[in-house]
C-alpha cells in the first residue's frame, strides 16, 4: 500500500498544482448543465404566426379572439394580421414569421351550413419544434372551438385521468445525472487518459519501471489517484448542481451518502475505462484527438439526453455495454426518484464487474518495458 500511496500523493500534488484542470473537469460540466438545461427545457413561446383572414365573419373573429386570448395567457405566439396570402408566405420563407393561419372565404357561411370548413395552418416544418408547438396549440385552440355551447349532462365518453407518481421534473433536473457523469468523465479523460499519455511522452513514466512496483499495484495506483480526482469533481458537481436544477432536500445526509457510493463506482469504472483504452498508447495527440468521440459514443447513448427506448436496435446494443447508461440510471433513481440503494443495486453491480474487468485487462496489457 506504501508503494501505491506514493503514486497516489505523486499525482494529486500535480493535480492540485494545476488549478485549471479542477476548474475544466468542475466548470464545464457545471455550464453544460445550466445552458443546456434551460435551453431545452422550457416550452416555446413568442413564436411569430401571420394571419389571413379572407372571410371577416362572426366565426373568423371568434378565431382571432381565441388566438389573442392564447397570446395573453399561454404566450405560445404573438399573431400578426396579414392583407394577403402571398406577402404572409412570403415572410414565412424568409424567416421574418414561424407560421401562418389561412381562414378561406366562405368559412362563417359554412360554419352557419354545418359543412366542417377548413381553416390551414402553414408552417414552417425545418424547424420541427416550433411547428409542433404551432400544432399543439391550434389543436386545443380547435377543440374548445368546436365544443358545444352547452355541455351535455351525461356523456359516455371514456376520460383519461393520469396521475403523476412524483412532482414535476423541468428537464435542467432530468439533464443534471448526466451531468454528473460527464463530470466525472472529464476528470476520467484527463486523469486516466492525457496525463498518464503525456507522462509517456515526457519520459516520467520510465522512473516507475526500475522501482519493484508490480503491474497491478502500478495501475492501481494511477486508476485510485484518478477515481478520488473524479470523485471530488462528481460531489462538486451533485452539491452544486442540485442546488441550481431546485432538488428537493439536496443535502439529506442519508441521499448524500448514497450518491457517494455510486460517484465512487462510476469513478473507478470510468477511469479503469480509460486506462484500458491507453495502455498501449504513447502519442500524446491520440486522447486528445478521441475525447470528442468516445463523449458522444459514451455520452448521448445513455439515456442522460433522451428516452433509450426510442433508439433504434444497433444503438441499444451501445447502451447495454456503455458504463454511463447505469451510472445515469442510478442517478435519476437517486436524485430524481430518492430511492434506495436497492434500486440501483444493479447499477451498482455493473459497475463494479466493470471495473475488475477493465483493470484486470489493463493490467495484462501493461508493458514494462519502454
Request: glycine content about 8%; some cysteine; proline content about 6%.
Amino acid at each position: 500500500m506504501r508503494r501505491i500511496w506514493a503514486i497516489i500523493e505523486r499525482d494529486l500534488r500535480r493535480f492540485r498544482r494545476s488549478p485549471v484542470l479542477v476548474i475544466v473537469s468542475i466548470l464545464v460540466p457545471l455550464v453544460q448543465l445550466v445552458v443546456l438545461g434551460y435551453a431545452f427545457g422550457g416550452k416555446i413561446k413568442n413564436l411569430r404566426l401571420g394571419i389571413v383572414d379572407e372571410d371577416h365573419g362572426v366565426p373568423a373573429v371568434k378565431i382571432h379572439e381565441m388566438c389573442q386570448a392564447i397570446a395573453a395567457n399561454a404566450f405560445t405566439f404573438t399573431p400578426i394580421s396579414y392583407s394577403d396570402e402571398a406577402g404572409a408566405l412570403r415572410d414565412l420563407r424568409d424567416g421574418r414569421i414561424n407560421g401562418v393561419l389561412e381562414i378561406p372565404p366562405q368559412f362563417s357561411r359554412k360554419v352557419a351550413a354545418g359543412g366542417n370548413p377548413n381553416i390551414a395552418l402553414v408552417v414552417d416544418n425545418t424547424d420541427q419544434f416550433s411547428a409542433s408547438a404551432l400544432e399543439e396549440s391550434f389543436d386545443g385552440m380547435l377543440q374548445s372551438y368546436n365544443a358545444p355551447p352547452v355541455a351535455a349532462r351525461t356523456t359516455a365518453d371514456a376520460v383519461l385521468s393520469v396521475v403523476e407518481v412524483y412532482p414535476y421534473v423541468p428537464y435542467i433536473q432530468f439533464l443534471l445525472p448526466g451531468v454528473i457523469v460527464l463530470s466525472v468523465f472529464v476528470s476520467a479523460m484527463i486523469g486516466g487518459g492525457i496525463i498518464f499519455i503525456d507522462d509517456k511522452a515526457r519520459g516520467l513514466h520510465e522512473g516507475y519501471l526500475v522501482t519493484p512496483i508490480s503491474k497491478f499495484e502500478l495501475i492501481l495506483g494511477f486508476t485510485l489517484a484518478g477515481a478520488i480526482k473524479a470523485i471530488i469533481a462528481g460531489v462538486v458537481l451533485i452539491t452544486v448542481g442540485s442546488l441550481i436544477a431546485g432538488i428537493p432536500d439536496p443535502l439529506n445526509p442519508l441521499r448524500m451518502a448514497r450518491l457517494l457510493l455510486l460517484v465512487i463506482a462510476t469513478a473507478m469504472a470510468l477511469i479503469s475505462m480509460m486506462f484500458l483504452i491507453m495502455v498501449r498508447v504513447s502519442d500524446p495527440l491520440v486522447p486528445r484527438a478521441i475525447f470528442g468521440m468516445l463523449n458522444t459514443v459514451l455520452y448521448f447513448p445513455s439515456g442522460a439526453v433522451y428516452p433509450t427506448e426510442s433508439f433504434p436496435g444497433w444503438m441499444k446494443v451501445i447502451t447495454t455495454v456503455d458504463p454511463f447508461t447505469y451510472a445515469v440510471h442510478g442517478f435519476k433513481e437517486l436524485i430524481l426518484k430518492n430511492t434506495g440503494l436497492v434500486a440501483i443495486s444493479g447499477d451498482l453491480a455493473f459497475l463494479i464487474g466493470f471495473t475488475i474487468i477493465t483493470l484486470g485487462a489493463a493490467t495484462l496489457l501493461f508493458r514494462r518495458t519502454l
